[in-house]
Nanobody, 120 residues
Framework: QVQLVESGGGLVQAGGSLRLSCAAS????????MAWYRQAPGKQRELVAT???????NYAGSVKGRFTISRDNAENTVYLQMNSLKPEDTAVYYC?????WGGGNTQDRWGQGTLVTVSS
């Protein structure tokens, strides 16, 4: 059974920083791309950042220059360093991983979400 376990959310003042982590547990798979999404109250889930297995990254315009996505392939872990946080960054943050199983099957898995609250 594969699980994505997130940690690092919390309450922070505007201008502060947080680092989110998401570790994939289990065996028998490799991970292609990994990503962070977020969903603010009353809004649709949106893509924040992606990172491919070769380290290529992409960011939403609203976070570019403030957030940094990285990964540790040996630990099947993805990180999101969030700096210069703004109240509009308040949301539940979800990690996503594209799994590749031994038989070539692919699977999209999600973490349970971690709440980030930025106070003004």
């Amino acid at each position: 059974q594969v699980q994505l376990v997130e940690s690092g959310g919390g309450l922070v003042q505007a201008g502060g920083s947080l680092r989110l982590s998401c570790a994939a547990s289990g065996s028998g798979f490799s991970i292609n791309s990994m990503a962070w999404y977020r969903q603010a109250p009353g809004k649709q889930r949106e893509l924040v950042a992606t990172i491919s297995n070769d380290g290529s990254t992409n960011y939403a315009g609203s976070v570019k220059g403030r957030f940094t996505i990285s990964r540790d392939n040996a630990e099947n872990t993805v990180y999101l360093q969030m700096n210069s946080l703004k109240p509009e960054d308040t949301a539940v943050y979800y990690c996503n991983a594209g799994l590749i199983w031994g038989g070539g099957n692919t699977q999209d898995r999600w973490g349970q979400g971690t709440l980030v609250t930025v106070s003004s």
